[in-house]
């Protein structure tokens, strides 16, 4: 079983920056794929970003494709997420996902690990 904590979040103006960051539980993270997914009031949780367990492969959402970065650091059990040039429609809960089974995966249910999110507000 893997826990995972987010940090990171917070206020920024529109063209900012924020690193968030998903530290997580245990002695098997590099056994697990992760994934960030985020949540605006009244939608539904989206896909945003997704990297393989060794790093060496990673996947966005088109609304984010070359403004955010996945990484991970599996010596210090950790995934973030590098986001640069912040537009308003990127306010959301920012969640951190895992799954230990199932390669990378762009849906909420591919990941049975979740943490319970970070939120991020970008003003105009």
């Known amino acids: 079983q893997v826990q995972l904590v987010e940090s990171g979040g917070g206020l920024v103006q529109a063209g900012g920056s924020l690193r968030l960051s998903c530290a997580a539980s245990?002695?098997?993270?590099?056994?697990?794929?992760m994934g960030w997914f985020r949540q605006a009031p009244g939608k539904e949780r989206e896909f945003v970003a997704a990297?393989?367990?060794?790093?060496?492969?990673?996947y966005y959402a088109d609304s984010v494709k070359g403004r955010f970065t996945i990484s991970r650091d599996n010596a210090k059990n950790t995934v973030y997420l590098q986001m640069n040039s912040l537009k308003p429609e990127d306010t959301a809960v920012y969640y951190c996902a895992a799954d230990a089974f199932r390669g990378v995966s762009w849906s909420t249910s591919g990941y049975n690990h979740w943490g319970q999110g970070t939120q991020v507000t970008v003003s105009s």
């Open positions: 245990g002695h098997t993270f590099r056994s697990y794929t």
């Open positions: 990297i393989s367990r060794t790093g060496g492969s990673t």
